[in-house]
Structures are given as C-alpha cells and as structure tokens.
C-alpha cells in the first residue's frame, strides 16, 4: 500500500509543532522558576563575623561593586544591596586566623554547592547592579593585614596598611592603597591600579588587560614584570637597580638609574604587550 505524500508531509508537520511546543513549555516552566525565585530573594542583605585576632583577609568577588572599608564596628560586617533584582547569595565566615568573603550557592548539572565552582548560576545571580561594602574594625587598618583578593567581574576597591598584598583579577578592575610589605598582582582581564607604599617586593603578572599606577616611599628589594599581553605601566621609587630584560615581543621601556652591581633588581619579561618602568623624578 502506498502511503499518500500529502498524508506524510502532515505528520511531519505535526511532529514539529509537538516538539516546539514541548520547547516552549519548557522555556515557559524554566522562566517561571527563574522568576520566582528572583521576585522572593531579598535586593539587600547584611552579614556579620567576629573580627578578633584577624590576620588575613581572604576574598572573592564577581559580578559586585565590592568595597573594604575601616569605621566605628565592633565585627566585621558585610552589606549588600542590588538595584534591580535580588543579591547574590554571600558568605562571610572566620576559618582560623582568616575572615573568608564569597559568593556561595552555585548551580551546576549535577545540583548545587558552596564556591566558585563554574555553574549555571542563575540561583545567584541578581540582575541589577549590586554594591557590596564590607566594614572592618577601624583598629584593623594599621595591623599588617595580609589581604587576598580574586576578582572576576565588577569592580573592587581596598586601602589600608597591607602585609602581603595578592591580588588575581580575570575580569573588571581593582583600585588597591595603602601600603605593603609584599605585593603580587596577577590580571588576564580588566584593569588593576595600584597606589603602594614602600613593598620590599614588587611581582606583577598580566596576561591580558593593564597595570597602572605607582609604587611609592622606600625602594623595594625586586620588581619582577612579565606580561604575555596587555601593558605595565609603574613609576616606582628612585634608585640604582639591577636590570634584566627578555623581550620577544613588544616592548619594554625601563627608565631608572641602572647599575648590574646594584643590589634591588628589576627582572622584565615581554612576549606581547609592553612594561614601562620609570623613576618618580624621571
């Protein structure tokens, strides 16, 4: 029996419209979810943690205006407020001598967790722009905190009297102050600008994206620069260094008193981008 070409073209019809319904259905489901969970989430919230005895502060922010700032708290305290849809959901917890900051919940295919695993995310996300501020005791601020920050999106923004400094932007841009003992600042996205005094090491790494600013007061020991792309552009303190160059690409403008017997050494390395260097009375 031969079946008639009108009668398959019809059922192939019908198959499709099945499936884009089902599509649809689906999309449909899935936007409700989404919104429910986004209309019944708070836009604001507040976290706290005992700040005594803190000797290291330990971040991790993306999507976020983040803020660290110094006042008149007895603990540390974590605020954050979003324009537009619901904050994300932080964590603010001691482990140890260390005040651990991050977002938390992370949906994945295999459900959900704690960190920055990658993931779905849409149970932790907002959807306006959210401003995180977390204030510190203002008798931290001269301490030596050793601070740790990863960025991967947003903005952060931090300015005290730092022990060692590291910080790892992959997205956005960071503003660091104050002062350091050591300083380590890796980005392959975004802008980092730093306003340091006095770190006895300087370590930049970047491998998209731009370091910019100053190193200020006493001349530091080493300034090791490497960038793959992008751009270092530091004035650092006067004095005669030691300096080492490899270049294979780009450029590296190093403009300081050098002397290979000095004892600070500027170690510069270059395979696309450029480093500029140069004395504060160049």
């Known amino acids: 029996m031969t079946i008639p070409t009108t009668n398959r073209a019809g059922r192939a019809i019908s198959i499709v419209l099945v499936v884009l319904g089902a599509i649809a259905a689906v999309f449909t489901i899935g936007g409700g979810v989404v919104s429910g969970i986004a209309t019944h989430r708070a836009t604001d919230g507040t976290w706290s ?3 005594e005895g803190l000797a290291e502060l330990r971040l991790s922010t993306s999507a976020a205006d983040f803020d660290v700032v110094f006042g008149d708290v007895d603990e540390a305290t974590l605020d954050a ?3 537009g849809g619901p904050v994300q959901e932080w964590r603010l917890e001691r482990q140890g001598d260390a005040l651990v900051v991050g977002t938390g919940w992370q949906w994945g295919p295999w459900g959900g967790g704690w960190g920055r695993g990658w993931g779905f995310g849409f149970g932790d ?3 306006g722009e ?5 204030t510190l005791p203002a008798d931290l601020e001269g301490t030596g905190l050793h601070i740790v920050a990863d960025v991967s999106a947003g903005s952060f923004a931090a300015a005290a009297d730092w022990g060692r400094a590291e910080l790892d932007l992959s997205a956005g841009s960071v503003q660091l ?3 350091a003992d050591a300083l380590d600042v890796q980005v392959s996205a975004g802008e980092a600008r730093l306003a340091i005094d006095s770190p006895r090491t300087v370590q930049l790494d970047v491998s998209a994206g731009r370091v910019v600013g100053a190193v200020t ?4 020991a080493a300034i090791t620069a490497t960038v793959s792309a992008g751009a270092i552009e530091l004035e650092i303190p006067d004095g005669e260094y030691a300096v080492t160059q490899d ?3 780009g450029s590296a403008a190093i403009d300081v008193d050098a002397d290979r017997q000095a004892a600070a ?3 510069v390395e270059v395979s696309a981008g450029s480093v500029t260097l140069r004395g504060e009375s160049r």
């Open 217 to 220: 007061g006493e001349q530091p």
């Open 265 to 267: 050494t500027i170690d």
């Open 130 to 134: 959210e401003q995180v501020t977390l």
């Open 81 to 83: 407020t979003s324009t």
């Open 247 to 249: 270049v294979s690409a």
């Open 49 to 51: 943690a005992d700040a």
């Open 177 to 179: 102050g104050g002062t």
């Open 125 to 127: 996300r907002g959807f």
